[in-house]
């Protein structure tokens, strides 16, 4: 469905944020904006796991290393 444009150590940073922002959401009571790291902790989880951004095919931006023919 979507080309994968997120390299490894890009997709590595962006699941431990991910993980790190979903624990800061469970654990940080009574937060003004409680949605914010729990939306953007999603987006960066999703992201890493599928191995694409839709952010970075817009730019034109790709971090996978090059494939050798």
Do not use: E, H, Q
Request: glycine share 14%; hydrophobic share 55%; net charge positive.
């Amino acid at each position: 469905m979507f080309k994968t444009n997120v390299g490894g150590i890009d997709r590595v940073i962006r699941i431990l944020l991910g993980l790190a922002l979903l624990a800061w959401w469970y654990f940080a009571p009574g937060m003004g904006l409680r949605w914010l790291p729990l939306v953007l902790g999603i987006v960066a989880l999703g992201t890493g796991l599928m191995s694409t951004c839709p952010l970075y095919s817009l730019l034109g931006i790709n971090t996978c290393p090059l494939k050798k023919a």
